[in-house]
């Protein structure tokens, strides 16, 4: 079964500052791999994905990640971090032997400090 | 191209009410369909998805229930609402190595 664990339920990031973002998974499968952010009262939105080929994912709003099977890690990163990053993070991984159900780490709520 | 409506958006409902949360998914066919809670501080918890037409599965036990009378609908309901189903539901549908798509969400509060 596929898990995903995401260190450090808050972060918080002076703007302009690195955000990193970290997401370890566990999966018996070569893994696919997610990032959404979610707004105060929205749904959560796909920033970036990572299924085959290059292990480094640029996605929207400037975040990439890289994936690093070695490590089961999938860290999110900002290099400069503006006053809208400030919401919430999930990562995801999924199980493509269950029909491809996704398994979410717990969130991590990003603070922008002016 | 693919979208997911969700209504309502906000919900006040009295405690021992029914409650009847509605999702529609257009520009697919067939899709795998989810409903997730999110409680403060608790993050996503998965309640219910279907892989087709009256096909639920149930993953925690709940005062809740779901069903889906067609292959684009997807509907969350409870006889009689509880304060602890207070909360923020999604929806989702999945396309497989694409991931998730979410609606916009209802936020219920029971009272």
């Known amino acids: 079964a596929q898990s995903v664990t995401q260190l450090g339920s808050h972060v918080s990031v002076s703007e302009g500052a690195l955000v990193l973002l970290r997401c370890n998974y566990s999966?018996?499968?070569?893994?696919?791999l997610f990032w959404y952010v979610q707004y105060p009262n929205q749904g959560l939105q796909l920033l970036l994905k990572?299924?085959?080929?290059?292990?480094l994912v640029k996605g929207i709003n400037g975040f990439e990640a890289e994936f690093k099977k070695s490590e089961t890690s999938f860290h999110l990163t900002k290099p400069s971090a503006h006053m809208s990053d400030a919401a919430e993070y999930f990562c995801?991984?999924?199980?493509?032997?269950?029909?491809?159900?996704?398994?979410f780490g717990a969130g991590t709520t990003v603070t922008v400090r002016a | 191209s693919q979208t997911i409506h969700q209504w309502p958006a906000t919900l006040v409902q009295p405690v021992g009410s029914p409650l009847s949360l509605e999702c529609t998914v257009e520009?697919?066919?067939?899709?795998?369909l989810y409903w997730y809670r999110q409680a403060a501080g608790r993050g996503l918890q998965l309640l219910f998805y279907?892989?087709?037409?009256?096909?639920i599965s149930s993953e925690v036990p709940q005062n809740l229930s779901a069903s889906r009378p067609q292959d684009r609908q997807f509907i969350l309901s409870s006889k009689k609402l509880l304060l602890s189903d207070s909360g923020f539901y999604l929806c989702?549908?999945?396309?497989?190595?694409?991931?998730?798509?979410f609606g916009s969400g209802t936020r219920l509060t029971v009272v």
């Open positions: 520009g697919t066919s067939n899709p795998n």
């Open positions: 279907s892989v087709g037409i009256g096909q």
């Open positions: 989702a549908w999945s396309h497989r190595q694409g991931g998730y798509t």
């Open positions: 995801a991984v999924s199980d493509r032997s269950n029909d491809y159900k996704l398994s």
């Open positions: 990572y299924t085959t080929g290059a292990t």
């Open positions: 999966s018996s499968v070569p893994p696919y």
